[in-house]
Structure formats: C-alpha cells, structure tokens
C-alpha cells in the first residue's frame, strides 16, 4: 500500500472512529489485509500520454496494414510502466484527452520497394509538433515494423532535450523482442482480422494464424470471451491464469473484462471473484499508477456496495478516489461514477456531511438526463437529511424541469422525488403546498395502479402525520390505516409526535433500468396495457364491431370545451395544459387550427354512423374531423348504411374520411389520396396545427400492446413538430410540440367506456381527471 493511501486512510479512520466505530474497523482491517508494497508514482514524475491517427503521405496506402499496426502499437504501449498511456486519442473522454501531456502519431509513406514511416509526437503543454528521423523497411521485413514504431517513438521522446527536460523519470519501455517479429505472410494473414467481422469470420482468420505472437493469443483469448457464456469464461480463465508465457498485463485485460460482463449481468459475487483477479494481475505489473488500476478497485468497490458489503467496499471505493485525484482525472465517467458510489456509501454509513460534499462535487457531470434525475433525488435527500430544506427545493425544482422536459413525470424517480419535494416544501414553511403535493400523489390512484408504490403509501403516511398535527384523528387513523394496509409489514412506521415524515433512501446505481427510446414507463405502460388486446375484431359481428351511441363520450368534448373557452375557469394544471397545446387561444376559437383523428369511430353503424365523431364536428365547427376507418369497415359504410344517414354525415363541411388501418404507418397512409373517400375535400394540412387523436373501443382494445406501442411512436415521430392531446381509451396523453413521447396526464369517466352494454353513468367520477404533477413544475393548493 502506498503512502499516499496510508495517510488517506488512517485520517479517515480518526474521522470515522470519532463519528462511526464499524468504519474504523471496517477500514483498519482493510489497512491490515493489504499486505502487499506497492509503489505508487505521482502525476508529478511520470508523463502521460495517448496514441494519434496516423497519417498519410502520397497517393497510395493500405487500410489493413494502418489498422492492424494501430492495434499492434496500442497492445505494446499498454505494458508500459513508468508513465502513464492512456489510450487511443480517438477513444478517451475529454478529461484524458486534457490529461495526455504528449500524443504519439506518424506518417506513413508507401514506395516501391517498401514503407517508410517517420515518427512525430505532439506536446500539449508546449503546443509544438517535433518529428523524428523517418525509417524505411521493405515489404518483405514488414512484420517488424512494430518494433521499427515503437522504437522509433520512445525514442523521439527520450532523445529530443526541449521534452526530455520535461521528464522526471523517463518511461521504461517494452520494445518488443525478436521473438515477437511477424513473418511478411503472417503480417498479412494477421491484417485480415477486423473487429467488425462476424464472429464465424473472426474463427476462420485467427484458426489459420499459428504463430509465437502474445497479441495473437489475445485476439484468441477475446474471441472465446464473446461467446459470453459462463463455460467460456470459466475455460478461458483457467487456461490463462495458468499460462506462464501470457504477460500479466494480458491476464489483466481478461479477467476485467469478464468481471465488467458480470457487472453488466448483475452477478456481484462473480464480479468480486474477477476484479479481485484484475486487481492482483495488475499489481504484479507494477503499474498501478493508472487510470486502468483505479477503473478496477473502483469496479470491486461498487460490486461490494451492491452485494451487500458494503463496509468492505470503503478501501476501494475511497483508492479509488484518491488515485483518479492523483492522476487529475476526477472528471473522467469512471471516477465521476466512483464518487457517485463513494457519496452513497457515506451517507448509508452516516457520514451525511462528507456524503453531500461528495455528491455536490459530481453534479452536473452526469450526462443521462435520468441518471441525472436520480442523482438530483439522492443529493436532496442528503441535504433535506442535513436540515437543508432550501437547498433540496431549489434542487427539486430544478429537477422537475428536467424531468418535465424528458417525459418522466410518471417514473418512479419523479415520484419519489415529488414525495421528498412535499416533505422540504413543508419544512421550508409551506404547508399547504406540501399538502397539495402529497393528495395529488394519493389522488393519483385512480388514473393508473399507484398503490402498491412506495412512494404513494409515503403519502398517505405523511398526510396522516399533517391529519396529526392539526388534530384531526378520524382523518389520521383514516390515513394512517390506509398505509398500514398497503406497507409490506416489516416496513410499517409508527406514527410520530413531531413533523417527521417518510421520504424514502437514496437509490444506487444500477438499481435501476433505463426505458427504451420514446416507450412508457412503468406506471404507463401497465395502464395502456389494461385496455389492449382484451377483444379479436375479425371474430365479432359487424353489429358488435360497429356499436356506439349517442353522447357516449361527450367527456372529450366538455374536456375540450373547457380548453377552449377563455371563459373557462380552469387549474393551474389546466391552464398550463391549455399553452402547451394552443399557445394563443384566440386563434383557436370553435376549434380553428385542430385536426380531430378519430379512429374507429363506428362508421358502419345502421342508426349512427360516426355519431360521436358528429359530436365533435358539430360542437366546434372550425375543427377538421377526421374519420380514421379500417377500409373494409368503409366499404361496409358505403355499401349498407342508408343514404339519408350519410348525407346527414357529409353536412357536416368539416369531415373528412380516411380509410386506413389505425396503427398503419402513418405519414404513408395519410399521404396517400386514394385513401381519402370525399374526393372534393381537401386533405387537411397539418403544419402549425394542433393535433387530437381518439381511439375509444377501437384499437385500443382489439390490437396487441406489441402494436399499440409502435402505432404511439410511429406518431409521435411523423407528427415531432405539432403538440398532440390523445384521448386513448379513458386514458388522456400528451406529446409537446418538438417532442416524440407521449406522457400520461390524466383520464376520462367511465361514461361510454362499458363495452357489453350501453351506460351514460359516470358511477360518481368526474368527467375527466388530470395529474397535475404531469403538466405543471408548480402545485398550487
């Protein structure tokens, strides 16, 4: 153990023995199980640096030969100690690329009897370009131009005085040997292998390669790695751990890069077993001054964390640190991540101040916007921890911009996060808002399957605390046996005297699952998957596929209604709603600048046809409605259905019929004239316009979720540029203007939504419901 990671470690343990004994200890026998020396270089002596593009001179080249000498340089460079290589200068993050004090690059010159390569090297710090004395070698010798490179580089550096001064300590080079030198024809077979070949290619070149190459076994090596199975790994590793001649550089590269896979997989046992092997490889190289050696402790260190051990994870996670300081790359993903690790670790082991320091020192260095939702939270809750109430609302706040900008106002984070948002609301003197915050949370159960959320049983708790407080028992035991009801029994918390409330633990990462692009999250998901499915089309009669009724969802248009009367009084939820659809409203009266899709509107019906589509053709008349029909149900329309009652269906100037499927490609089908049935009609433009779509008893229920799912991305793609209200079975969704992604906001009354009979009962429900946690940053009491 270096000195540095001594006296790091032993002023953390006066620290911790002061504030929490089982760190002391945990971090003592660290101190003791550490046996092995280690030295460890400063980022004063050693130099850093990275690998460049090679360049090109005249007219002819060779593409195989460039990358495989790439490949070549890059593996050997990789055994160095003494200094510090950080990679390919195309491949390293910002932070190691402002690290790499000197960048190693040539040009290569193809002749007629062989190449000739003259070396250069670029130093950062004093903003010159030196080269070398350029060295032929024939087509026959070119196996060895590795060597040729690699010597001809280090030697730039050692041999040109301005850089040598710069040097404290020189790099020990690994020039490789003779041994190493290819064959002409095996240089070429070797140029054949390409990463970006199927692994079926990748078996058939290095199957013909028998030669005493280290970096031949480790292409071999890799390719049984990618069959990702555990025999694979279980093979490889035991052949190489045990081969005398693999450098322990390559034994290194192996068994991180299994302990990485099982990281991947979540397999934390087996990531302990592989990074404690990467770990001691790396040791026995010498080389532990380096970004590699720190990426893996810090790998050990979260792989403990996360299977439970966490007080073991302390050494790691805090070498860790101390090494990516060292090396000035605190900045880098890898040691941002660390620290992420490291702040959690703190405040699960009571350290809350040192937690917060650690946290705030990271944000805004995430680059996911969800990742960065989450640490939002986890610093919150750290701070509303320390009594910092203004500070957690002020990064909540800001949090729920981001969160509303991304579309995650119903993930589980966003929720938690409002939750805790209530709770420093309240502390920070707001009580009515915090209350507010807390019912809309509560309230939310009736728009999607909330219940069994923790976050939502927190709710009812903390509103049972308010009910407290206030002395209002029969309100409290209400409450308070609603959340009893819905804990998990050994998670059941007694109510308090005091204002303390339930806001939940800080979340770790990779505790958590990324959503795909532009899909539903959880809470959403579940709900639209509720309605879908549930019926086949094509086995009911014409008169089942067909039924509707008069009113039967005059719910849209009194919900629309409200949006478009200025004289409305609406809720601040509504109110932002209402911008974020139609911006100016007067340009918008009786429903000017709206297309109206509604798909599966009845069409075929003998009495009735498209009456609810009538509905809202006739309420406001400036709308374009568009009737979005499957064609055969259209023919059956023109075929069947009286004359008297499609006349009464084409009065109406402002309809439109478009015969096409419901989850068809839309831009296609809307595109298309011949799917349009009143010929005389225009199609209605759809730039600048705002856009309604309504699927009630129609695709909704009869097609698959696996079809409903693309139909939502396929229009939010086509239609990015126009704000979208969908009105999808009794579920109310929006996609803002410039977005793709649909958010849930709300629902309709169970009017008109009972499908094996005719009901214009509302059972006592409101004609329609928003979250306003889904549309507003603010919640007004």
Do not use: C
């Amino acid at each position: 153990m270096s000195r540095f990671q001594k006296n790091t470690l032993l002023t953390f343990s006066l620290l911790a023995f002061v504030a929490y004994a089982p760190l002391y200890y945990s971090i003592r026998n660290a101190i003791q199980k550490e046996t092995r020396t280690i030295t460890y270089e400063s980022a004063e002596s050693v130099s850093f640096f990275s690998l460049g593009d090679f360049e090109i001179e005249g007219k002819e080249s060779d593409t195989k030969t460039l990358l495989l000498l790439s490949d070549l340089i890059d593996f050997e460079f990789k055994k160095l100690t003494g200094a510090v290589y950080l990679g390919r200068e195309d491949s390293l993050s910002l932070p190691k690329k402002n690290r790499s004090q000197f960048v190693f690059y040539g040009s290569f010159e193809w002749e007629e009897k062989g190449i000739t390569f003259t070396p250069k090297l670029n130093s950062t710090e004093q903003k010159a370009t030196f080269s070398g004395k350029p060295i032929f070698v024939s087509y026959e010798e070119r196996g060895k131009l590795v060597a040729v490179i690699y010597q001809s580089l280090s030697h730039l550096l050692d041999e040109t005085i301005r850089l040598h001064r710069l040097l404290k300590r020189p790099p020990e080079w690994k020039v490789p040997s003779a041994d190493e030198f290819l064959s002409e024809s095996d240089f070429v077979r070797l140029s054949e292998y390409n990463s970006s070949l199927s692994f079926e290619e990748k078996t058939s070149v290095l199957k013909s390669l028998e030669f005493p190459s280290e970096y031949l076994q480790y292409l071999k090596f890799h390719l049984s790695l990618e069959k990702r199975s555990e025999e694979s790994f279980k093979e490889v590793w035991r052949t190489a751990g045990s081969n005398s001649s693999l450098s322990s550089y390559t034994k290194f590269t192996i068994a991180k890069y299994i302990a990485e896979f099982y990281f991947s997989k979540k397999e934390f046992g087996k990531v302990i077993e592989f990074a404690s092997a990467a770990r001691k490889e790396r040791e026995v190289t010498k080389s532990v001054f380096h970004s590699d050696y720190a990426d893996t402790i810090s790998l050990l260190g979260k792989a403990l964390v996360l299977d439970g051990k966490k007080e073991e994870a302390v050494y790691y996670l805090t070498s860790a640190r101390k090494l990516y300081e060292t090396l000035g790359l605190l900045k880098d993903p890898s040691a941002i991540e660390n620290s992420y690790f490291y702040g959690l670790l703190l405040y699960d082991l009571s350290q809350t101040e040192l937690a917060s320091f650690e946290l705030s020192s990271i944000h805004g260095m995430i680059t996911g916007p969800l990742e960065q939702i989450y640490l939002d939270y986890n610093l919150a809750k750290v701070y509303y921890d320390l009594g910092r109430y203004e500070a957690a609302v002020s990064l909540l706040k800001d949090q729920r911009k981001l969160v509303l900008a991304e579309g995650f106002p119903n993930h589980d984070i966003a929720l938690y996060s409002y939750n805790l948002y209530g709770a420093s609301l309240y502390k920070s003197g707001k009580w009515s808002v915090a209350k507010s915050v807390w019912e809309s949370l509560v309230n939310a159960k009736s728009i999607y399957g909330i219940e069994e959320k923790p976050y939502h049983r927190y709710a009812l708790f903390n509103l049972a605390v308010l009910s407290k407080l206030k002395n209002n028992p029969e309100q409290t035991e209400s409450l308070y046996k609603q959340y009893v009801r819905l804990s998990p029994y050994g998670q059941i918390v007694d109510l308090p005297i005091n204002d303390t409330f339930e806001t939940g633990k800080p979340i770790y990462p990779y505790t958590w699952d990324l959503p795909n692009h532009n899909s539903f999250v959880e809470l959403e998901e579940k709900t639209i998957r509720s309605y879908t499915g549930h019926y086949l089309f094509n086995s009911q009669d014409e008169e089942i596929r067909a039924r509707t009724y008069e009113n039967r969802l005059e719910d849209t248009n009194l919900f629309l209604d409200d949006l478009l009367n200025s004289k409305a009084f609406l809720s601040k939820s509504m109110s932002i709603l209402r911008k974020t659809l139609f911006g100016d409203l007067k340009r918008f009266e009786k429903g000017n600048q709206i297309v109206f899709f509604d798909i599966g509107p009845a069409l075929n019906h003998p009495e009735y046809p498209g009456v609810t589509s009538l509905a809202v053709a006739k309420h406001f008349s400036g709308m374009e409605v568009v009737l979005w029909e499957l064609p055969g149900e259209v023919d059956l329309f023109l075929k069947k259905v009286k004359p008297e009652l499609k006349d009464r269906l084409y009065s109406f100037p402002n309809i439109r019929i478009l015969s096409a499927d419901g989850v068809g490609e839309f831009q296609t089908l809307y595109s298309d004239p011949n799917n349009w049935i009143l010929r005389n009609r225009p199609i209605p433009n759809l730039k600048g316009k705002t856009i309604i779509i309504r699927a009630a008893n129609s695709i909704d229920i009869y097609e698959p979720y696996t079809k409903i799912l693309p139909h939502f991305q396929n229009i939010g793609k086509a239609l990015k540029t126009n704000p979208i209200l969908y009105f999808f079975n009794r579920s109310i969704l929006l996609k803002p203007a410039g977005t793709e992604k649909f958010i849930l906001i709300g629902n309709q009354s169970i009017r008109g939504f009972h499908h094996n009979f005719q009901s214009l009962d509302r059972n006592g429900e409101p004609p329609y419901s928003i979250l306003p946690f889904t549309v507003s940053e603010e919640i007004q009491p």
